[in-house]
């Protein structure tokens, strides 16, 4: 393949469930593959996630997109959420998740970007493996040691998001991940997480041929579990990429403008990924 063309496809299904207005908003074309949940309770919820995807919509068509382009378009999604605010007379906000199809050292990578609790899985076969980290308050109970996972599914508090796009904390969790033929990656607003198993996403996401069939099928699943939220599934996968060989996977963070090496270690991941903070 040639790094810069459009190695991706992807489909995404929204659903606004039982709520009054659906306030997700989604971007699965070209280069971008992002959820963003707009937050419950604030004002502007929807006009939030959309400014998120109106943002990123700009990376989506470029023929070579950077990782410092898409920590930019973190940065312009942040003042385009505090706009909303201002323009609304109150506080919005949003999570968003997801991958961009980056070039890095020569060849092509996914970085995955989280903010909230929003989720971006990758899926092997029908084994699905949790790439994100969830910015909540039940998510740093469990890390803490505190409560355990399955005690943070029921945790009265585990609607409280401790980071979004708008609120005006100053991170994001970024990841490089390798590409490779066949992988499969799904990002998620936690209308679906909440009610439907990480393997059972990972079953129904494996069986799908298309990624439409994927999304759609998952959106149904969270509907038909009784999920209490809006529901919306992005579904992406790699054409005919190949890891290019002897491309080291190490950390990096951003320092004003520009992209280093951090000296910090990585913990463990099975995927060996690439993991990053930036401050925006």
Same mark, same amino acid.
Do not use: C
């Given at each position: 393949m040639?790094?810069?063309?459009?190695? +991706?496809?992807?489909?995404g /299904?929204?659903?606004?469930?039982?709520?009054?207005?659906n306030?997700d908003?989604?971007l699965s074309?070209g280069?971008?593959?992002?959820v963003?949940?707009?937050?419950g309770?604030?004002?502007?919820?929807?006009?939030?996630?959309?400014a998120v995807?109106?943002?990123f919509?700009a990376? +989506?068509?470029?023929?070579?997109?950077?990782?410092p382009?898409?920590?930019a !378009?973190?940065?312009q999604?942040?003042?385009?959420?505090l706009?909303v605010?201002?323009?609304?007379?109150g506080e919005?906000?949003?999570?968003?998740t997801?991958?961009?199809?980056?070039e890095h050292?020569?060849?092509?990578?996914w970085m *995955?970007? =989280?903010?909230? /609790?929003s989720?971006t899985?990758?899926?092997?076969g /029908?084994?699905?493996?949790?790439?994100?980290?969830?910015?909540?308050h039940?998510?740093?109970?469990?890390?803490a040691?505190? &409560?355990?996972?399955?005690? !943070?599914?029921?945790?009265p508090?585990r609607? &409280?998001v401790?980071?979004a *796009?708008?609120d005006g904390?100053p991170?994001?969790? +970024?990841?490089?991940?390798?590409?490779?033929?066949?992988?499969?990656?799904?990002?998620?607003s936690d209308?679906?997480?909440?009610?439907?198993?990480?393997a059972? &996403?990972g079953?129904?996401?494996?069986?799908a041929?298309e990624?439409q069939?994927?999304?759609?099928a998952?959106? =149904?699943?969270?509907?038909?579990?009784?999920?209490?939220d =809006?529901v919306?599934?992005?579904?992406?996968?790699?054409?005919?990429?190949v890891t290019?060989?002897?491309?080291s996977v190490?950390?990096?963070?951003?320092?004003?403008?520009?992209?280093?090496?951090a000296d910090d270690?990585?913990?463990d /991941?099975?995927?060996?990924?690439s993991?990053?903070? +930036?401050?925006?």
């Amino acid at each position: 393949m040639t790094v810069g063309s459009h190695w +991706a496809t992807g489909a995404g /299904d929204t659903n606004q469930g039982p709520r009054a207005r659906n306030e997700d908003s989604y971007l699965s074309r070209g280069n971008v593959h992002i959820v963003a949940d707009g937050m419950g309770g604030h004002h502007a919820g929807a006009a939030a996630s959309a400014a998120v995807v109106e943002t990123f919509a700009a990376l +989506a068509d470029l023929p070579v997109v950077t990782p410092p382009e898409v920590a930019a !378009a973190v940065v312009q999604a942040q003042r385009a959420v505090l706009e909303v605010s201002l323009s609304v007379g109150g506080e919005s906000g949003t999570t968003v998740t997801g991958a961009v199809a980056v070039e890095h050292d020569g060849g092509p990578w996914w970085m *995955i970007l =989280n903010v909230g /609790d929003s989720r971006t899985y990758l899926v092997d076969g /029908d084994v699905v493996h949790q790439v994100t980290r969830d910015h909540s308050h039940v998510q740093d109970l469990v890390d803490a040691g505190r &409560i355990t996972a399955e005690e !943070a599914e029921r945790h009265p508090d585990r609607n &409280i998001v401790t980071r979004a *796009i708008g609120d005006g904390l100053p991170e994001f969790d +970024a990841w490089l991940v390798p590409v490779m033929p066949g992988m499969r990656l799904v990002v998620a607003s936690d209308g679906l997480t909440k009610v439907v198993s990480d393997a059972r &996403i990972g079953v129904t996401a494996g069986s799908a041929e298309e990624p439409q069939t994927a999304a759609s099928a998952l959106v =149904n699943e969270a509907l038909a579990l009784g999920t209490g939220d =809006n529901v919306t599934v992005v579904v992406a996968d790699v054409l005919d990429a190949v890891t290019p060989p002897g491309l080291s996977v190490a950390p990096w963070r951003l320092w004003g403008e520009q992209w280093e090496p951090a000296d910090d270690d990585l913990e463990d /991941d099975t995927t060996q990924t690439s993991r990053r903070r +930036a401050r925006v």
